[in-house]
């Protein structure tokens, strides 16, 4: 997992992750393809989800620039609808967005990020 460090309201980015480092845990199987951004309806990108043996998206979900093949989302998925934390990540490794997701809805604290890591908003829902 990706981890930065909030220093005075700044998030210092960790390295970037790429396509070729994601895995799905046991018991589940890989599935990619061309999706609509999990918030842009109207961008497809390249993703990368786990599915269990009834083809129901369960676990790791991501997607990447397909320029570069860094990562620009993480999130995880439940009986097929985002659940849990997710990220959203600029083309250069900074976190650009973050908060919770249940069942498909954002919940508690989300705070988004300016590309130079400096707090842009927080929203709770």
């Not at 998030?11 to 842009?40: M, N, Q, R, Y």
Request: aromatic share 12%.
């Amino acid at each position: 997992m990706l981890r930065g460090v909030v220093l005075f309201g700044v998030l210092l980015a960790a390295p970037a992750a790429f396509a070729a480092d994601f895995s799905c845990p046991a018991g589940l199987t890989i599935k990619e393809g061309v999706v609509p951004h999990p918030w842009f309806d109207d961008v497809a990108i390249p993703s990368k989800w786990c599915v269990d043996s009834k083809g129901i998206k369960n676990g790791p979900w991501w997607g990447w620039d397909p320029k570069t093949n860094t990562v620009v989302f993480r999130g995880d998925t439940l009986a097929g609808e985002p659940h849990g934390k997710y990220r959203m990540y600029f083309t250069n490794g900074a976190v650009a967005e973050e908060g919770q997701m249940d069942h498909g809805k954002k919940v508690g604290k989300w705070v988004a990020y300016k590309s130079d890591g400096i707090v842009e908003s927080e929203t709770t829902y």
